[in-house]
């Protein structure tokens, strides 16, 4: 379903400081189920994450999804096929200050022209299904780091995506927060979504609802 073809990426080209974070990467990852990235900090974990979601290009090597090359697109395509097939759940959660939990999951959602009320309702139904309903009206600023973690995670939902990215999604969660986003893991995959996560936890790497763990060092795959 998305396949990674000798994929480099540098950082600071042709600079004093130029650094290669991803060396030759080649990795196939199959539809519906739930791949881990490990390895230690700096092994290049989210930066391949950030390019398999077309948040950033590689400096060579291809990315392909559903069989068509996204790696070379221009920006405004990658847009859109940012909107329409990921959703993403990163260690900052990048919430709106000043905007409601429940503003915040529709957000991404606006530009897609769905009716408010249809949104409303679609968030209010993530929101509860993460134990949120009564944070729904407050404001990103006012609630714990699990309870931002959790809208972060709704808001990646919202828009239905094929493929969810979630780069260290549990490190503000409790052990029994935790378990519960691997439930809903599970529940994706069930579904036919793809997820894509990297973790030091060994209960996120561990957990049933993990079908490959891929490890990295150095910005090489090496063997789990
Ligand atoms: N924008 C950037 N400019 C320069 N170097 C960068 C940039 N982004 C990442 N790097 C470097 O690339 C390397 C890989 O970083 P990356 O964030 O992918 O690692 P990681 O495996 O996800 O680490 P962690 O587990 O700590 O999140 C690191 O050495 C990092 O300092």
Redesign the pocket.
Not at 39 to 48: A, D, I, Q, V, Y
């Given at each position: 379903m998305i396949e990674i073809s000798a994929v480099h990426k540098a950082?600071?080209q042709g600079q004093h400081?130029e650094?290669w974070?991803l060396q030759g990467i080649d990795l196939r990852i199959e539809a519906g189920k739930v791949t881990a990235f490990r390895?230690?900090?700096?092994?290049?974990?989210?930066?391949?994450l950030t390019i398999v979601g077309c948040l950033a290009r590689p400096t060579s090597g291809r990315v392909r999804l559903r069989g068509e090359e996204v790696s070379g697109l221009p920006e405004r395509f990658l847009t859109e096929i940012r909107r329409r097939s990921f959703g993403f759940v990163f260690?900052q959660f990048n919430l709106i200050r000043g905007l409601s939990a429940l503003e915040n999951i529709i957000l991404p959602a606006l530009p897609t022209g769905r009716p408010r009320a249809q949104l409303v309702a679609a968030a209010m139904a993530l929101l509860e299904q993460l134990q949120l309903t009564q944070r729904a009206q407050a404001k990103v600023e006012w609630l714990s780091g699990g309870e931002q973690q959790r809208v972060a995670i709704a808001r990646a939902l919202i828009n239905d995506p094929e493929v969810i990215i979630a780069?260290?999604p549990t490190a503000n969660l409790d052990s029994t927060l935790a378990g519960e986003f691997m439930g809903l893991l599970a529940s994706f995959t069930a579904a036919g979504k793809t997820v894509l996560l990297?973790s030091?936890d060994p209960l996120v790497v561990e957990s049933a609802a993990v079908h490959r763990v891929v490890a990295?060092r150095d910005?090489k795959l090496i063997e789990a």
């Open positions: 950082f600071n400081n650094y974070a390895g230690p900090s700096g092994s290049g974990k989210t930066t391949l260690q780069d260290e990297t030091h990295m910005g």
